[in-house]
């Protein structure tokens, strides 16, 4: 493996001071050098040219046990620990999470909904539980705020909308594509914070008129929405912390693509068996 290491980095690095740093010797990598590869580092070679483009695909995104399971349904046999090893040596690494603040603000007069969720986040299926907040993402003309609803059962986001200022038609618009696109029987639990944008009379109004239940966290308890902290934690270390605040348009663009095309349809959940939100529909409605 040193060896390996030698050639891989020799257009970087002189061979002399990695040998010596590596205790190995140059007539010894040069002898190695001419021999023919092995099976192992054939396939080694192979695997770590699946795993690049594998990580290519998902831009970055995915870790090794994304990476694994990928390669898996791919038909490519491995095992998790190989995986891991490679993406070590080939310096192949998933985006890393930051923290973000909150945009909840929940100084206001409107009545407040009991905790009806009380952080039971499981669904048996979609469109019984939906989950929406809020969160902001810098631009070049200033922030571009991006409200989401969320799926419990199956983790996809079902309706979203983003807007340069944080008011009440921001949720608003989120809300009325879910219910556009998903048509949810009575009596579906929707949850989010106590923020004013859920709070207040319209919002009230437009789930009352759809036969939703209305379940708010506890004040300043991300924990009782969790699942959609999370999925913000996705957001921001998948693609917004690696933005130079591109122009609004861009930025709508991008979140688009990452909403739909890769969040909902390509990216693998573990939580859903590492299969993608669409694809654990899918599987559940050929079951039932």
Not at 91 to 109: I, Y
Not at 128 to 138: G, K, N
Request: contains cysteine.
């Amino acid at each position: 493996m040193r060896y390996s290491f030698i050639r891989q980095y020799r257009q970087r690095f002189r061979i002399v001071v990695m040998c010596r740093v590596l205790h190995v010797s140059p007539s010894g990598y040069y002898t190695w050098l001419g021999r023919p590869e092995s099976a192992r580092q054939q396939a080694n070679r192979e695997l770590a040219t699946h795993i690049k483009a594998v990580h290519a695909r998902s831009r970055k995104r995915y870790g090794r046990r994304r990476i694994h399971a990928e390669l898996r349904a791919q038909g490519v046999t491995c095992s998790r620990n190989r995986v891991a090893r490679l993406m070590r040596q080939e310096g192949v690494s998933a985006l890393t999470r930051r923290r973000f603040r909150a945009t909840t603000d929940s100084r206001h007069t409107f009545p407040v909904a009991p905790n009806r969720l009380a952080r039971h986040f499981q669904a048996t299926a979609p469109n019984r539980v939906w989950l929406s907040d809020i969160t902001y993402l810098r631009s070049e003309e200033g922030w571009l705020y991006l409200a989401t609803v969320l799926d419990l059962y199956s983790r996809r986001i079902v309706g979203w909308a983003m807007e340069p200022t944080l008011d009440r038609s921001l949720t608003l618009g989120a809300l009325q594509m879910a219910i556009s696109q998903r048509q949810p029987e009575p009596g579906l639990i929707h949850h989010s914070d106590r923020g004013s944008q859920y709070a207040c009379f319209d919002y009230q109004a437009a789930l009352e008129r759809a036969g939703m239940l209305c379940s708010m966290s506890r004040k300043g308890d991300v924990w009782d929405n969790a699942p959609k902290e999370s999925f913000f934690g996705r957001l921001k270390c998948e693609l917004t912390h690696h933005w130079t605040r591109p122009p609004r348009a861009q930025a709508r663009r991008e979140l688009f693509e990452f909403l739909e095309v890769f969040y909902n349809r390509q990216r693998l959940h573990s939580s859903l068996g590492y299969q993608s939100p669409a694809a654990f529909e899918q599987s559940a409605a050929k079951t039932t």
